[in-house]
């Protein structure tokens, strides 16, 4: 009997040991070569603003705090929208903010825009911008859950404009047939020309990368690029720089922190940049970008 027990005991030390490498982060200590230094703002578990850059995601420069979410509201969610020049986040309960003093001197200030998404107690909403959206109709919040949802609303009202098609997995994908975990969303080619756009997420569950059709009869379509070396939980989030690389953050329970990861929306794969230096998770990044010319006559405003 005694042989049995220890038999068992190794059995589940050793599916503990897979577990725990299948969490760990992949190319640890590894840092990309020639990588851009562009400026993230992070948002933390209990609701500040850090900000880093994503050579060096260890020193952050500044922490601060947003006046104006109720006690009861949690922030789950921030994107920057570069065309305006303007930051966004959502809390738990569904309620969308514009912020103002992200990068200015003193404490943020969140205000409310329109009513809270209406949304079940166990759907987590995310959200980002598309560019392409934002420059031909002057809005383009893109808002999914894990529960499948796939909406387009306007930013300034908080109103759902288009209710697309929920999103599937494509037939002969490697996912056909099983409901998505979605996440993270996030959208490339943000520059002011942009002529065209992808938009990409994760799904929790198949640990993966996949991208989402955005037209045609496909809207909604997905399709798997590759799967991800790094655990997926509720507070990962994706969000792409200037020349389309792909940053990832994630929430490492274990050590109370969150790692940031450069990411290949060719393929997935995924390689450590650092751990970010808050002493708490960040459970959202974004990356602000500006340009000559678009934005930069609401720069004093203090954003």
């Given at each position: 009997m005694k042989r049995i027990f220890d038999k068992l005991g190794l059995v589940a030390m050793i599916v503990a040991i897979i577990m725990f490498a299948a969490c760990w982060p992949a190319f640890a200590g590894q840092k990309p070569d020639r990588a851009p230094n562009e400026t993230v703002v992070g948002l933390t578990e209990s609701g500040k603003i850090a900000l880093f850059a994503t050579r060096t995601p260890e020193t952050v420069s500044v922490v601060k705090s947003i006046s104006g979410v109720p006690a009861t509201e949690r922030l789950t969610g921030l994107k920057y929208e570069f065309r305006?020049?303007?930051?966004?986040?959502?809390?738990?309960?569904g309620q969308l903010y514009r912020l103002t003093g992200v990068l200015g001197f003193g404490s943020a200030t969140a205000t409310p825009v329109g009513v809270p998404f209406d949304k079940t107690a166990s759907e987590r909403l995310y959200f980002t911008f598309n560019p392409l959206a934002n420059a031909r109709l002057g809005f383009g919040l893109r808002l999914v859950s894990n529960r499948n949802r796939n909406n387009v609303v306007n930013q300034f009202?908080?109103?759902i404009a288009v209710k697309q098609p929920t999103q599937t997995y494509a037939q002969g994908d490697r996912s056909f047939g099983r409901t998505p975990n979605l996440a993270a969303p996030s959208y490339i080619n943000n520059v002011p020309d942009v002529s065209a756009t992808r938009l990409f997420l994760v799904d929790r569950d198949a640990a993966a990368l996949v991208e989402q059709a955005l037209s045609g009869p496909n809207t909604g379509q997905l399709t798997t690029v590759g799967t991800i070396g790094?655990?997926?939980?509720?507070?990962?989030?994706?969000?792409?720089?200037?020349?389309n690389d792909v940053y990832l953050s994630t929430k490492f329970a274990?050590?109370?922190?969150s790692d940031l990861f450069g990411i290949d929306f060719t393929t997935g794969a995924t390689r450590r940049i650092g751990t970010i230096g808050v002493?708490?998770?960040v459970i959202d990044i974004t990356?602000?970008?500006?340009?000559?010319?678009?934005?930069?006559?609401?720069?004093a405003a203090g954003n």
């Open positions: 305006r020049d303007e930051f966004y986040a959502l809390s738990d309960s009202t908080a109103q790094v655990c997926l939980p509720v507070e990962t989030s994706m969000a792409a720089g200037r020349n274990s050590r109370n922190s002493s708490e998770p990356v602000v970008q500006r340009f000559v010319g678009i934005n930069s006559s609401v720069e």
